[in-house]
């Protein structure tokens, strides 16, 4: 019997990631994520910003809201971090020195933040006793119990993880941006044909 062609190597290539370049997996779960939480910092500023009027209404309306964002990240998030193991072997190299070790500490950081900021959401909500319906479903029960520790440590910490997250979003968007500039192939692995 005649041994099954080999897999052309550019099968594998799309879906998975190679040493040139992240495959489509990847590139799905980073634009998804990127657009998602583009979309969050967006209505935040406006509510905050503009506050609660009609055209803000409209405008907010457009999209998936809040808690529903931090569902679809946590959820996101998780399956990626599995998806980045799975890969880790396979994966574009980190530039070498300080500037490897810079990139390594915050994607490992926006990882932990956009985990821990909806799940602080998710503390808060079921601390605050009057549970969270999703989806017509009562996602988190209504126990009519409020437990102070777990409001107050999201009080404190899930705004200004947010902040943080947004500023290392900030940064990591314009690095992407300088090494589109420099034409160094770096944005190309994530963005590029
Ligand atoms: C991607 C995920 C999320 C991000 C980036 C995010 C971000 C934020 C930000 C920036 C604020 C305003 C804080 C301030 O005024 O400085 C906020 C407030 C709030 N968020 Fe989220 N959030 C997320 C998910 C969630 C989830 C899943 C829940 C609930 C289930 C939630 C519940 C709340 C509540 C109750 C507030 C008002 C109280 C507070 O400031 O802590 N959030 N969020
Ligand atoms: C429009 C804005 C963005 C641009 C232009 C961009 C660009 C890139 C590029 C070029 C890479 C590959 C870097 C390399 O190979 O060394 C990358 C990787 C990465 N980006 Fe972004 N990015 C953006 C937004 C975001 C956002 C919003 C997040 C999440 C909060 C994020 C999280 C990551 C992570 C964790 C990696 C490492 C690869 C992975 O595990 O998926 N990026 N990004």
Known sequence: MRPAPARPPSTTFRWADTPARYGLISRGFHWLMAALLIWQFLIIGLWQGVGDTPWVRAVTALGPFHVTIGLYTITLVTLRAAWAAAMRHRRPPGAPGWQGR???LIHGSLYALMFTIPALGLLRAYGSGKGQVQWD??????????IPWMISLADAVHGEASWLMAVLILGHTGVA???GL???GVLGRMAGR
């Open 182 to 184: 420099k034409r160094d």
């Open 137 to 146: 479903h009562q996602l988190i029960p209504a126990t009519g119990i409020e």
């Open 102 to 104: 810079a990139a390594r």
């Open 177 to 179: 941006v300088i090494h």
